[in-house]
């Protein structure tokens, strides 16, 4: 690590620097951690913005690590955040710097978003050309457990203000280093429905003395595909998917009860709330009719994330400056994922943006996927342009 270090101190240009970037990308993508596990990454990070004069404050919101630079006498102030948890995947991408812990792997990203951040933080204190402070955020905590939302409740914005704040996430399939922006409802809520049924078990030979939970979840699975088709708005976007079935050990016994997972996705509150109001009377209604009994555990998972609409355009010219017109999409989406971005959004103007990371880059989530390496100067080039741009506009 010091050899990598002293070979950044010695760099003046932030282009120059991919080398330097890559190493740092793919130390966290061997050394990958889980939620709430990120004690290692958050130390790392930590070491770096120490070492380049920020004002580090560790432990927010779990191994949340915030950076403050504040550089002449600007009022304003700018905050840009990174995720750095990682996914319970076992990787099979290949790659020379494949993770070293089994069954955890960066297979979102975020080893990528930490590290170009990172670059960005350097470059920033290299040269300081800005007037105001500025407050890197690396979030732990992104993949299900809102680690957002606990540095908003361990008192982020209070303790670190800003006028705005920023974010971005890679996109598969679109050509790396391509900067993609949407404006409002940008990406989409998700919520989770577990949907237990309760029936009567018995033996597969005398099926009319059971109440067959496993006949009711097939039935049910078709009649939820109804809830999207004739409930909400065609124009509207919602998705109701089932991704888990679970029922029964041995061929010949009916069992007592079966389980289904379902993920529930929309992008407007009156969606949001028609959604579950119809799943929920719709499953209760069905296992009824055939005679067994449900419990339903509906989770609201992640807001809609909604982008200002200024902060979107001036992240937008932002990026035009940086790589051309040709390399910026607007408007893209909406994007049917999900971000506990939102959070921030909810409190603060800002925008989220994406960033392409490859035509034939395999989807996020995926033990195939590998973050691109060519995007990090771009990312890391890209924030440091904003924060600059930003604190040098006038209140």
Wanted: with cysteine; glycine share 10%; net charge negative.
């Amino acid at each position: 690590m010091t050899s990598v270090k002293q070979h950044f101190c010695e760099l003046g240009d932030l282009l120059d620097a991919s080398d330097f970037l890559r190493e740092i990308r793919h130390h966290l993508h061997r050394h990958p951690e889980l939620s709430l596990h990120e004690v290692g990454t958050a130390a790392m990070v930590a070491e770096y913005l120490t070492q380049w004069g920020y004002e580090v404050t560790r432990n927010v919101g779990g191994h949340g690590v915030v950076g403050t630079l504040r550089v002449g006498e600007g009022a304003r102030s700018v905050a840009v955040r990174a995720d750095m948890d990682a996914l319970p995947i076992t990787e099979e991408s290949g790659q020379p710097h494949a993770s070293e812990v089994k069954g955890v792997m960066h297979a979102c990203g975020h080893d990528g978003h930490t590290t170009m951040l990172l670059g960005a933080a350097r470059q920033l204190a290299l040269s300081r050309n800005f007037s105001g402070a500025v407050n890197l955020v690396f979030q732990p905590a992104e993949e299900g457990e809102a680690g957002a939302l606990r540095m908003i409740e361990d008192g982020l914005f209070e303790r670190f203000p800003c006028d705005a704040i920023f974010g971005l996430h890679n996109q598969p399939g679109v050509a790396a280093g391509t900067l993609l922006f949407g404006g409002g409802a940008f990406m989409s809520a998700s919520d989770r429905v577990l949907i237990t049924i309760r029936g009567r078990g018995g033996h597969a030979a005398r099926p009319q003395l059971t109440v067959d939970p496993v006949l009711i979840a097939g039935s049910l699975i078709m009649a939820l595909q109804s809830v999207v088709a004739r409930n909400i708005d065609p124009a509207a976007i919602a998705i109701v998917t089932i991704g888990t079935v679970h029922a029964g050990i041995a061929t010949n016994v009916i069992p007592e009860s079966a389980t289904l997972g379902l993920s529930v996705r929309s992008f407007d509150a009156a969606v949001r709330d028609r959604l579950r109001e119809r799943i929920t009377a719709l499953v209760s209604a069905h296992v009824e009719g055939y005679g067994g009994t449900v419990e339903i555990d509906y989770e609201l998972g992640y807001p809609v994330l909604v982008n200002s609409p200024a902060e979107t355009e001036f992240a937008r010219q932002v990026a035009e400056e940086l790589v051309g017109p040709a390399q910026v999409v607007f408007p893209y989406g909406p994007v049917t994922g999900s971000e506990d971005f939102a959070y921030y959004l909810e409190r603060k103007p800002g925008c989220f943006l994406r960033l392409g990371n490859g035509v034939e880059s395999p989807m996020v989530h995926n033990a195939s996927y590998d973050f691109n390496d060519t995007n990090l100067t771009v990312g890391a080039a890209y924030w440091t342009r904003l924060v600059e741009r930003f604190l040098a506009q006038p209140l």
